[in-house]
């Protein structure tokens, strides 16, 4: 079966475009989590979804919007970029919204560069 | 609210040599504890995680784990690591959201550098 499948899987940006980027969780699981990674640190939580509702946020600014379409995939908005957007973005999937037992599987992330 | 501090932002470590990589969480509720990987250039992979039940958690590639409540510890080892175990690896536990998201809180990570 295919893993969590992330497009596109390098992006360059310049500040205060948008930027989409794409998730394409396993097969059979129906919630999608995006985290970014700053090079250097470890992952910080952006949004969860499930069954196509918000069910969780981090602390991110207004400028970050996500949404899930009714086969599971998912999409992350980012408006008017910052330098300090560029990071790799992680998509991850598990099968339920939160079950203690439900792991999560991750993609292997978009690379956004800001210049 | 949780967090977790990994202290070693990288280990050397030679081959077939044991390792122990630290992690220290921070919780005033039950904790749910997590190892992940990250080899270069890819996503995060589960090595092993701990619920509840036995202290010594073992999971993948022979990496094992031992939760110690009173010293608030969760760390990661191996007893004979392999060049390609040389990888970042990142402590992370489940956030306050308990049963109502799954949101994992990252260590900083730990890059485990094996030398032949």
């Known amino acids: 079966d295919a893993g969590v499948t992330q497009s596109p899987t390098h992006l360059i940006k310049t500040r205060g475009q948008q930027v989409t980027l794409r998730c394409s969780p396993i097969?059979?699981?129906?919630?999608v989590s995006w985290y970014q990674q700053v090079l250097g640190q470890g992952p910080q939580f952006i949004f969860q979804?499930?069954?196509?509702?918000?069910?969780g946020r981090g602390n991110f600014p207004d400028r970050f919007s996500a949404r899930q379409f009714p086969n599971y995939s998912s999409e992350l908005n980012v408006n008017a970029l910052l330098l300090g957007d560029s990071a790799l973005y992680l998509c991850?999937?598990?099968?339920?919204?939160?079950?203690?037992?439900?792991?999560?599987?991750f993609g292997p992330g978009t690379r956004l560069t800001v210049l | 609210a949780q967090s977790v501090t990994q202290l070693d932002s990288q280990v050397p470590v030679f081959e077939e040599a044991p390792v122990e990589l630290r992690c220290n969480y921070s919780s005033s509720v039950s904790v749910y504890l997590f190892w992940y990987v990250q080899y270069p250039n890819q996503g995060l992979q589960l090595l092993l995680k701990y619920l509840s039940g036995s202290t010594l958690v073992k999971g993948i590639n022979g990496f094992e784990a031992e939760f110690n409540k009173s010293q608030t510890s969760f760390h990661l080892r191996k007893p004979s690591v392999h060049i390609s175990d040389t990888a970042e690896y990142f402590c992370a536990v489940i956030g306050p959201y308990g049963g109502a998201t799954n949101k994992l809180i990252f260590g900083t990570g730990t890059l485990l550098a094996v030398q032949p």
């Open positions: 991850a999937s598990s099968l339920g919204a939160g079950g203690l037992t439900d792991t999560q599987y």
């Open positions: 097969s059979g699981h129906k919630s």
């Open positions: 979804y499930y069954e196509k509702e918000e069910r």
